[in-house]
């Protein structure tokens, strides 16, 4: 019995955060509040608050489930100490993420909602400040590859790893904000892994 109200309380928490994401799509995170949620989940705003303390919890475990794949998936494409081509393994996890949100019309909207849906002031000028911390982690990633690619000659003499990262890291979250604002795919969508490729072949000796 007590794996069943487990298993039911985590149900909830789930549709809670499904229910959630449509409602920030539709309305924008602003103007969402809690009773909206709730209704559009089909509970109280009690049952709400027993999982989730505000709209920030809520909003947070939203991102996560595209944040911590995310992560998962850059340590195993990017941290693969043996390749001999540390510049495909950031260009497989660039293109494998345009992927995904090609594939996955939940991450899509998690993707607009972060980016466009959502206004980072008050108490949401928190999460702006752990995005930009979680940014800074993606970049130092970056770096130890392209320091990899150094080491094995793949960079022209000129480039620096360090200033690489920054430069890939600000090039795909433009990207990725283009991507998500082009909705009828007319403008960067149909090109964006080429433009992946492009820009990692800039990089090469």
């Known amino acids: 019995m007590a794996r069943k109200t487990k298993e039911d309380a985590e149900l909830t928490r789930q549709r809670l955060i499904q229910a959630a994401r449509e409602v920030f799509l539709a309305r924008g995170v602003s103007r ?3 009773e909206h949620i709730a209704v559009q989940a089909g509970v109280t ?8 303390n505000n709209k920030i919890a809520l909003f947070q475990a939203m991102r996560e489930q595209v944040f911590l794949p995310l992560i998962d998936r850059m340590d195993d494409t990017l941290l693969v100490e ?10 497989k996890f660039l293109c494998g993420t345009i992927q995904i949100l090609t594939d996955s019309i939940e991450t899509r909207q998690i993707y607009e909602i972060m980016m466009i849906k959502c206004e980072y002031v008050d108490e949401f000028a928190t999460v702006l400040r752990q995005i930009l911390s ?44 283009m991507w998500v604002k082009d909705t009828d ?21």
């Open 185 to 205: 795919g007319n403008h960067f969508r149909h090109q964006a892994i080429e433009l992946v490729k492009s820009h990692m072949r800039l990089r090469r000796r």
């Open 45 to 52: 705003r009690g049952a709400i608050y027993w999982h989730f």
């Open 134 to 177: 979680n940014c800074s982690g993606i970049e130092e990633k970056l770096k130890l590859v392209y320091e990899r690619a150094k080491t094995r000659e793949q960079l022209h003499i000129s480039h620096d790893p360090s200033q690489l990262a920054t430069d890939t890291h600000l090039f795909f979250i433009g990207l990725l904000h």
């Open 82 to 91: 043996r390749s001999e081509d540390p510049l495909a393994c950031i260009e």
């Open 32 to 34: 969402t509040t809690m």
